[in-house]
């Protein structure tokens, strides 16, 4: 029987947000994999673990911790960086999967959602022999910080683009639309774009407890939510944020 592996996807931090069929994944398991990212992010393995003992009920099921690798960022080529660290992910996957030889059918829990901005999928694509892949979706904070707000991600009949703040920051406004959804900035991308005309509506930790929220005109609101993001970093060690950008 190969290795049966399944993706679950958990929503951003709040238990309520995992379906039934996420619940009843989780406990058909032999093991449950729990990533470590180091100092200053122990919130993230710790709020997988305590979904784990609220929701995980099979006593044959294992929870097993692993350490999460650190992207080298000294490597130029942003593509190379990546490509790197999932192998290497993929190697410690590979290593604590063959630790539990014995296990058929092993999850990681995917922060939201295993399809959009996550490469969980590309990095199980990386395990030899190739398993058996399952995909449970789940929440995103898109969708939290859209319901966050009480907003819309588009306009009737309109367009909209999901990019990353690196992209933002780089490229500038993506042509062709007027709503703009940013995951993944390293920190306050929207500062590289001009202001005028456009609305902002920012969130971190969206559908955790620490959830803050910020919204307005980009002109007006733009240093707050950079100085509340800082504050934020520094209290927590950590920050997981994003925002939806529209000009009206």
Request: hydrophobic share 45%; glycine share 8%.
């Amino acid at each position: 029987m190969s290795l049966q592996l399944t993706l679950i996807g958990i929503g951003t931090g709040n238990p309520e947000h995992l379906t039934l069929q996420a619940i009843r994944a989780m406990n058909a398991q032999d093991v449950i994999l729990i990533p470590r990212k180091g100092t200053g992010k122990d919130d993230l393995a710790q709020l997988r673990l305590d979904m784990c003992d609220e929701l995980v009920t099979n006593h044959t099921t294992r929870i097993v911790e692993f350490e999460l690798p650190v992207r080298n960022e000294a490597t130029p080529d942003y593509r190379q960086r990546v490509d790197d660290w999932h192998d290497a992910i993929a190697t410690v996957w590979q290593d604590a999967i063959d630790s539990h030889g014995s296990a058929k059918k092993v999850a990681l829990l995917v922060w939201g959602d295993p399809s959009l901005y996550d490469s969980t999928l590309r990095i199980a694509a990386r395990i030899k022999p190739a398993p058996q892949i399952t995909v449970i979706p789940g929440i995103t904070s898109l969708q939290a910080l859209t319901a966050a707000h009480a907003t819309v991600l588009n306009e009737i009949g309109a367009p909209f683009i999901v990019t990353t703040g690196r992209r933002l920051r780089e490229e500038g406004w993506p042509t062709g639309v007027d709503t703009v959804a940013v995951m993944l900035d390293a920190g306050s991308a929207f500062e590289a774009i001009s202001p005028d005309g456009v609305y902002i509506w920012w969130g971190a930790y969206v559908g955790m407890k620490e959830q803050i929220v910020i919204e307005g005109p980009l002109s007006e609101v733009a240093e707050q939510i950079t100085q509340t993001r800082a504050r934020a970093r520094t209290d927590h060690g950590w920050i997981m944020d994003i925002y939806l950008l529209r000009k009206l």
